[in-house]
Structures are given as structure tokens and as C-alpha cells.
């Protein structure tokens, strides 16, 4: 399998490559050459493994420069501990044609976890591979969880560093915690004045610094990134849709061949593109429903055809969200422009010189025909926290509630009837204060973050998080704050003092 770049026709690299490099060198990100695609046998032999022999399964078809014991090896030490369930990303029962498929059963309590614990893994094989002797310096931006996950799976892997910039007042208080405590002798943690955009575009033009890659270069690092621009991420995500697929099947609640839908609380839209590969791979996937917060450019994209990111950031319930530019939706566009990486080019230039791009009417057709797409405000989303628990008990985070939202919005209309797929993406103790709000069971909130997690378990029965628990004695160890223009200098600093 080859990877190319959405931006340029450049020579196609292999996957080690690929992971390590990160982002194309002409700014692109990298896609696969070809999509592998599964024949229905395929599939169905899928249904008698759990959810490593799936993993991978799915891993090799993608990443054909390892060898099948550097794969086996990967997904067992990602996913064989570290999950408080046996298989990493179980699913609720059926409620009404509706499921959840949880993917905050890891360290993180969030589903950044099911990439940044094999991520680390991949990256460790791909730097024997294609490293040249440079380790790989992980430069993250954060609008909260994938921080934190990125830090959980780098943490003392050998050979390797890691950074992570977040905006001072983007994320809750319980994520600045996680990251503010972060354990590890190659991590470093730094709070950045301005939002996640700043933060992003900070880390992107470090990592177009020719003159910092060459001072790096000469300390033994070369940059790489942990983002969800990165394959390393990407393709580990298709994995938990095929396992959710069979898990429905196998136990019953579809017929095997049946499609489903699946609605995907959207950010960055990386988890929602895993769910569209899938779809193109074979699975059985009917609409993509792509559900956003109060920061609706996807909604209006998806629905216009033109995206437009000159408008206000908002801060909303579900910070993980909080996106102006969707920076997977560049491989969507690859794919529906038909591998045209001219026209991709010219779209992300006007992205970034005017902030604004507009499809041609048919390509947006296309994209419409596969997504739907809608969007809930904070209000609706409390509302539909709060309604769903008094109605089946089933507690969900704010981030997911989007999604269920935006599932019943897709109800509403004229459609297909099939079973739907909720991703649920967080777990309610991340968000605790907002949950115990949407419940509109205690009069006053408590005003301390871990009296709130008690009471939210005290109220609704269900267990607080292990790592959410130990939270409450671990030091602080990182309280940097500094400008998006010193950000160079904080990474200079980091790498000059690490060993
Ligand atoms: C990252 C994140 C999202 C958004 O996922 P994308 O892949 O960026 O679209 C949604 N919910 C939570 C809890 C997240 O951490």
C-alpha cells in the first residue's frame, strides 16, 4: 500500500514513512493510493474474531511495509491492557433502534485513546524503519483530549519526545488537570494565550520552520506529529467500525449485510472520515451523520457546498468540538474530487488566503448523497442529556449528546429506516459540571471539579472513571503559559534540556 499526498502529485511513500513524517511535505496529508476493499466473505470472516484479531486484520491490509509480527505486536501491547473493558470499544444496548459505541473505555477516558495507544507503537516500528537515527519529537496541538491521549501513549516510550500546546482557556478544568499532572521523563506540557486555531496554526508553522528543523536535526529530533492529520491516527479508527459492525451483527441486533448509520460528533473530522473509509472499504454503512456543536462550518459545508471559516469561534459545552477548520476534511475532498490534488491545492489556498472555498455543485451532491448533517447549541445538547437519561437511564457526555441530537434531527426527516450508531466519544465524568446541569437533579453544583464526579455518581449509579479517580492526588507538574510567537522557543527550550 502507497500513500500520496492530497496537495501534489509527489513520489508515493510507504506507511512507516508516511507515520513518521506526518504531514506531506508539500503541506498535504498523506491518503492511501487505493482504498483495500473487503468482498462480503471477507467481512463475514471477520465476525468469529475479537477485537484484536480484527484490528489486525484491518492494520495489515493498510500498513504492508510491517511485518506481521510487528503488527500483531503493536495492536497487543495497544489494546491488551490499559482498556477497563475486554474488548476496547464495547457497545450499550439497543435503545429503540438507536446504540451507543463507547470509545472512552481507555486511559484518557476519551476516544482519542483508541488511536494514541497504538500510535506510539507504530511510530516506535516506523523509526527503525525510515528513521535515519533522528527521533521522532511529537509537537501536538490540543483543544483538550487529544492532548492529554497523546501524552498517555508517548509517555516513556523509548526514543521518542513530546510537546503539547493547548489554549489556556479552551478546555475544561478536569482536561487541564490531566494534562497539568501528566506523568513521564519525555513529555513537556505548555498552555498557549489564544484559541485552538492559534494553537494549530502555532504547530503548523513549526513544523514548516526549515531553520528549526535544521537546529532540531543537529539535537538528534525531527518532528512529527500526533494530530489526527496523521495516518498512525486515521486508519486505527476504521478498526472499532468494523468491530461494531460485527458486535451488532453477532449478537444479534442487525441481520449481517444490513447497513447502519452512523452519527459522529465532529471536530476535526477525523473520526467521522474513519467511519466514510470504512463505508468505502465495504462496510455496510448507509448515511454518515456529522454532527457539530455551535460551531457549525461542517453543517453549513456540507449543506451549501461552500466552506466558510471567517466566523466567530464559539465557546461551547463540547470543547473537543470548539473547530473553525476541519483539517481531515482536506482527504474527503481528495477522495469526492476524485484523487484532482490541483483542485484540492487551489481549495486550501483560498481556504487559508480568503478562509473560504465553495464546491462545485455536483461534488457537493456527492458528499450530500453519503452525509447528513446537522448541529445542536448547548442548550439542546443539555436537554437531550438530561431527557435521555430519565428515559432509559443511559448517562451520555456532552459531545455525544450532540450526536444523539443531531441522530434525532436526522430521524425527523424522510428516511431509510436502519439502525443507528452513535459514537460516543467522552466519557460523562470528563464533563461532570455540564452532565450534573443537564440532569437538573441537584439544586446547587458543588463547586469543586471532584465533589461534582462523586455526585454525578452518587445521583446516577454508575462508576467513576479509575483514571478520573486518581486524578484528585497527583502534583501538578506543568504551569507554562506562553505566546503562539514563543512557542518555538518553549519547544527549543524542551528539547535543549531533555536528555
Ligand atoms: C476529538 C473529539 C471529538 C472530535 O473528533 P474529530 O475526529 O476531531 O472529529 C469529539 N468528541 C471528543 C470527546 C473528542 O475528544
Same mark, same amino acid.
Given at each position: 500500500m502507497q500513500y500520496i499526498s492530497t496537495r501534489s502529485k509527489t513520489e508515493p511513500v510507504g506507511s512507516a514513512r508516511a507515520i513518521f513524517n506526518g504531514i506531506a511535505e508539500d503541506g498535504g496529508l498523506y491518503v492511501p493510493k487505493l482504498l483495500p476493499r473487503l468482498s462480503f466473505g471477507e467481512l463475514k470472516g471477520l465476525l468469529h474474531l475479537d477485537y484484536m484479531g480484527r484490528a489486525k486484520y484491518i492494520l495489515s491490509l493498510f500498513f504492508t511495509d510491517f511485518s506481521k509480527e510487528e503488527i500483531d505486536e503493536c495492536v497487543d501491547s495497544a489494546y491488551g491492557s490499559g482498556f477497563d473493558t475486554t474488548n476496547p470499544a464495547p457497545i450499550s444496548r439497543s435503545f429503540g433502534g438507536i446504540s451507543f459505541l463507547e470509545l472512552w473505555h481507555g486511559p484518557t477516558c476519551a476516544f482519542k485513546d483508541m488511536a494514541l495507544q497504538i500510535l506510539p507503537e507504530l511510530m516506535r516500528v516506523a523509526v527503525d524503519k525510515v528513521g535515519g537515527g533522528l527521533k521522532p519529537l511529537i509537537l501536538a496541538a @490540543? =483543544?483538550? #483530549? @487529544?492532548?492529554?491521549?497523546?501524552?498517555?501513549? *508517548?509517555? !516513556?516510550?523509548? !526514543? @521518542?519526545?513530546? %510537546?503539547?500546546?493547548?489554549?489556556?482557556?479552551?478546555? =475544561? !478544568?478536569? %482536561?487541564?488537570? %490531566?494534562? =497539568? @499532572?501528566? =506523568?513521564? #521523563? !519525555?513529555?513537556?506540557?505548555?498552555?498557549?494565550?489564544?484559541? *485552538?486555531? #492559534?494553537? %494549530?496554526?502555532?504547530?503548523?508553522?513549526? *513544523?514548516? #520552520?526549515e531553520e528549526l528543523k535544521a537546529e532540531l536535526s543537529n539535537r538528534g529530533y525531527s518532528l512529527s506529529s500526533a494530530n489526527s492529520i496523521n495516518l498512525g491516527r486515521l486508519i486505527p479508527q476504521i478498526v472499532y467500525y468494523f468491530n461494531a459492525y460485527c458486535d451488532l451483527a453477532s449478537e444479534g441486533t442487525i441481520d449481517f449485510g444490513d447497513s447502519i448509520d452512523v452519527a459522529v460528533p465532529t471536530g476535526n473530522f477525523g473520526n467521522i472520515l474513519s467511519a466514510y473509509y470504512a463505508k468505502l472499504m465495504g462496510l455496510p454503512i448507509g448515511k454518515l451523520i456529522c454532527a457539530s456543536n455551535k460551531n457549525n462550518a461542517l453543517k453549513d459545508f456540507i449543506r451549501t457546498g461552500k466552506y466558510d471559516r471567517n466566523r466567530r469561534l464559539y465557546k461551547t459545552i463540547s470543547p473537543s468540538m470548539d473547530i473553525l477548520v476541519a483539517s481531515n476534511l482536506e482527504r474527503l475532498l481528495f477522495t469526492v474530487l476524485d484523487g484532482d490534488s490541483d483542485k484540492v491545492s487551489e481549495l486550501m489556498t483560498a481556504l487559508s488566503e480568503k478562509g473560504a472555498y465553495t464546491l462545485p455543485e455536483k461534488v457537493r451532491q456527492k458528499i450530500a448523497t453519503m452525509f447528513y448533517a446537522s448541529h445542536a447549541d448547548d442548550e439542546r445538547t443539555l436537554q437531550t442529556i438530561g431527557e435521555f437519561f430519565r428515559e432509559t437511564g443511559y448517562l451520555c457526555d456532552t459531545h455525544t449528546a450532540v450526536a444523539l441530537a443531531c441522530a434525532k434531527d436526522y430521524l425527523q426527516g424522510d428516511v431509510f429506516p436502519r439502525h443507528i450508531l452513535v459514537v460516543s466519544t467522552a466519557s460523562p465524568y470528563k464533563f461532570a459540571r455540564d452532565v450534573l446541569r443537564a440532569l437538573e437533579i441537584c439544586n446547587e453544583l458543588p463547586s469543586d471539579e471532584f465533589e461534582m464526579v462523586e455526585k454525578l455518581s452518587t445521583l446516577t449509579a454508575t462508576p467513576i472513571p479509575k483514571p478520573i479517580y486518581e486524578l484528585k492526588s497527583k502534583p501538578v507538574r506543568f504551569t507554562e503559559v506562553c505566546d503562539v510567537q514563543t512557542m518555538r522557543a518553549s519547544l527549543l527550550d524542551f528539547v535543549g534540556a531533555e536528555k
Open positions: @490540543t =483543544s483538550g #483530549d @487529544t492532548g492529554k491521549a497523546a501524552l498517555e501513549g *508517548f509517555k !516513556n516510550v523509548k !526514543n @521518542t519526545a513530546i %510537546q503539547v500546546f493547548y489554549p489556556q482557556n479552551g478546555v =475544561s !478544568n478536569m %482536561q487541564k488537570l %490531566q494534562m =497539568s @499532572t501528566q =506523568s513521564g #521523563d !519525555n513529555v513537556c506540557v505548555t498552555a498557549i494565550k489564544g484559541n *485552538f486555531d #492559534d494553537a %494549530q496554526a502555532g504547530v503548523k508553522s513549526l *513544523f514548516l #520552520d
